[in-house]
């Protein structure tokens, strides 16, 4: 079975903090995602990656990076973390190309 | 840029009676479509996906879809609904160029006895 592990179910992280997310998949899969999931707004795609060190936005990046230096961690970054960027984090991956996407169970975090 | 719209944001339904969840789609080209489920505190897990071929697919869980060209449409739908279909829904479309996978608002299911 494909794995996805996000590294925390649920986080408390103060204003101003710096957050980092931290997402395994252990089928070698090529490609990598970040998405936020807010109620009435499904899941919304922050960042990808296809491959080690490469990373595209999706259509809400901002206040936020990507690190992916290796094939099967991914990482999202809270450079300052907000109350507007309290949520749920969800982490996929899928092979190269169109595939299905295997999620994580989601990360909580509450920005106080 | 290609969108996901699924129009209904709550449906309840009664256990045993039938649901059927929209789905519009905006992408010039084909689509790769998905159906993913969200049980309460869980991650997302696929129901069925669209490719090419026969335009009605069969998932787990007794769902099926119909993806229609014309009407940029893949509605899911189920005959006979357990209690334990209670969950959210989303709709989901791969354009056939890239690896971004984009999401609609999702539809929240309620099973009432």
């Known amino acids: 079975d494909v794995k996805v592990t996000q590294s925390s179910r649920y986080l408390v992280k103060r204003t101003g903090e710096k957050v980092f997310l931290e997402c395994v998949q252990d089928m070698d899969h090529e490609n990598m995602f970040w998405y936020r999931q807010d109620p009435g707004l499904g899941l919304r795609l922050i960042y990808f990656?296809?491959?080690?060190?490469?990373?595209e936005k999706g259509d809400i990046p901002e206040g936020y990076s990507v690190s992916r230096e290796k094939k099967e961690r991914f990482s999202l970054i809270l450079e300052s973390a907000s109350t507007n960027q309290t949520s749920m984090y969800l982490c996929a991956s899928s092979l190269r190309g169109v595939s299905e996407a295997f999620f994580g169970q989601g990360t909580r975090l509450t920005v106080v | 840029a290609q969108s996901v719209t699924q129009p209904d944001i709550h449906i309840t339904v009664s256990e045993g009676a039938s649901l059927e969840l929209r789905c519009n789609y905006s992408y010039g080209a084909t689509p790769y479509l998905f159906w993913y489920v969200q049980s309460p505190g869980q991650g997302l897990q696929l129901l069925l996906k669209?490719?090419?071929?026969?335009?009605l697919v069969q998932g787990i869980k007794g769902f099926e879809a119909e993806f229609k060209r014309s009407q940029s449409s893949f509605n899911l739908r189920k005959p006979s609904v357990h209690w334990s279909d209670a969950a959210e829904y989303f709709c989901a479309v791969v354009a056939s160029a890239g690896n971004k996978l984009t999401f609609g608002g999702g539809t929240r299911v309620l099973v009432k006895p």
């Open positions: 990656s296809y491959d080690v060190k490469m990373k």
């Open positions: 669209y490719f090419s071929g026969d335009t």
